[in-house]
């Protein structure tokens, strides 16, 4: 990836394939690739792939007619300072999730990170209720939850989403990627037996909340306990705000030396560093990937047997081979 265009090239950089069907000038007319977290290919299937191809034929036939989209400024990988002292420099091969991840340190460094935007790049659809077939592209298999509430229903073609033309998956993720994190209704158009009609889903809290396991970026700060969130009754017996991000811990992980030695099954955390409500965050571990430093400390109020300690935290930083 060292001379390509990322800026032009641009897509999650951590899918395992990803097709741009284009011309010879460059002009994108479409994408093929995306996943989720429960696999690499959930989303690739030959026959959408054909389907694609096929699209992208008569896209380029009736090229002529196209509207010119604006080119991105040029990005190359020479560009990313980390990268280029950490890769380039040293002789090495310049991959496509090393290019992710040293962005995101520049940005960590500069402080513009934007943890819901940049950690989580690829919200997942199935989590405002929108399961493709996915052998036939972007037609629904099933809808459910906020997408079915909405008029939704199998059977159904997605055409655009908020006014852009989409024709597949890859298309539909890389600009549902896009919408701010702060948005609350998401615009779509489909075909239903042969008539067109638009249809706006109502996103709930954190639809762009996604598992980031298989991504490991540096800058995502790792605790290495899990925890469920406290219902809104046991926040009222606990006298904690609405908003509060408590949640009981499920699972320490064995190595719990490098989180918080003290901390157990069972144990109700609270707080982190004096706060015990936000906006976004459900989960203490949430509130610490938006808020905190990878690799920094925080401190945790923990609640065990009806007693209030605090517990030191020592998040880790991860690191690529490289």
């Given at each position: 990836?060292?001379?390509?265009?990322?800026?032009?090239?641009?897509?999650?950089?951590?899918?395992?394939?990803?097709?741009?069907?284009?011309?010879?000038?460059?002009?994108?007319?479409?994408?093929?690739?995306?996943?989720?977290?429960?696999?690499?290919?959930?989303?690739?299937?030959?026959?959408?792939?054909?389907?694609?191809?096929?699209?992208?034929?008569?896209?380029?036939?009736?090229?002529?007619?196209?509207?010119k989209a604006e080119r991105p400024k040029p990005l190359f990988a020479r560009e990313i300072p980390l990268l280029y002292e950490r890769t380039i420099q040293r002789g090495q091969c310049v991959e496509c999730h090393l290019i992710a991840d040293f962005q995101l340190q520049n940005r960590e460094a500069a402080g513009t990170l934007d943890p819901p935007a940049d950690l989580f790049p690829s919200p997942d659809i199935k989590t405002i209720g929108i399961e493709l077939d996915v052998p036939k592209g972007l037609v629904v298999g099933e809808a459910r939850?906020?997408?079915?509430?909405?008029?939704?229903?199998?059977?159904?073609?997605?055409?655009?989403?908020?006014?852009?033309?989409?024709?597949?998956?890859?298309?539909?993720?890389?600009?549902?990627?896009?919408?701010?994190?702060?948005?609350?209704?998401?615009?779509?158009?489909?075909?239903?037996?042969?008539?067109?009609?638009?249809?706006?889903?109502?996103?709930?809290?954190?639809?762009?909340?996604?598992?980031?396991?298989?991504?490991?970026?540096?800058?995502?700060?790792?605790?290495?306990?899990?925890?469920?969130?406290?219902?809104?009754?046991?926040?009222?017996?606990?006298?904690?705000?609405?908003?509060?991000?408590?949640?009981?811990?499920?699972?320490?992980?064995?190595?719990?030396?490098?989180?918080?030695?003290?901390?157990?099954?069972?144990?109700?955390?609270?707080?982190?560093?004096?706060?015990?409500?936000?906006?976004?965050?459900?989960?203490?571990?949430?509130?610490?990937?938006?808020?905190?430093?990878?690799?920094?400390?925080?401190?945790?109020?923990?609640?065990?047997?009806?007693?209030?300690?605090?517990?030191?935290?020592?998040?880790?930083?991860?690191?690529?081979?490289?």
């Amino acid at each position: 990836m060292e001379t390509a265009d990322l800026g032009l090239f641009d897509y999650d950089r951590h899918n395992a394939l990803y097709y741009f069907i284009m011309n010879a000038d460059e002009q994108i007319y479409m994408r093929y690739g995306g996943r989720d977290s429960a696999s690499p290919d959930t989303y690739l299937n030959l026959r959408s792939l054909e389907l694609a191809l096929a699209e992208g034929l008569e896209l380029h036939r009736d090229r002529a007619s196209l509207p010119k989209a604006e080119r991105p400024k040029p990005l190359f990988a020479r560009e990313i300072p980390l990268l280029y002292e950490r890769t380039i420099q040293r002789g090495q091969c310049v991959e496509c999730h090393l290019i992710a991840d040293f962005q995101l340190q520049n940005r960590e460094a500069a402080g513009t990170l934007d943890p819901p935007a940049d950690l989580f790049p690829s919200p997942d659809i199935k989590t405002i209720g929108i399961e493709l077939d996915v052998p036939k592209g972007l037609v629904v298999g099933e809808a459910r939850g906020p997408a079915a509430d909405a008029g939704l229903t199998a059977g159904d073609t997605i055409t655009h989403l908020e006014g852009t033309r989409i024709r597949t998956f890859g298309d539909l993720q890389y600009r549902y990627g896009k919408l701010p994190r702060t948005a609350t209704k998401l615009r779509i158009a489909i075909q239903r037996a042969g008539q067109a009609r638009d249809v706006t889903i109502a996103l709930p809290p954190r639809w762009w909340y996604t598992d980031l396991n298989y991504r490991r970026w540096t800058t995502d700060p790792l605790v290495h306990f899990e925890t469920q969130p406290l219902s809104d009754a046991e926040k009222r017996e606990l006298g904690l705000p609405a908003l509060s991000f408590a949640g009981r811990v499920v699972q320490v992980e064995s190595f719990r030396d490098l989180a918080a030695p003290e901390l157990r099954k069972g144990d109700l955390i609270v707080g982190v560093d004096g706060a015990r409500e936000d906006a976004l965050a459900h989960t203490p571990e949430l509130f610490i990937k938006l808020h905190c430093r990878a690799g920094g400390k925080a401190t945790l109020s923990v609640i065990r047997n009806g007693k209030t300690f605090e517990s030191k935290l020592k998040t880790e930083r991860q690191s690529f081979r490289k």
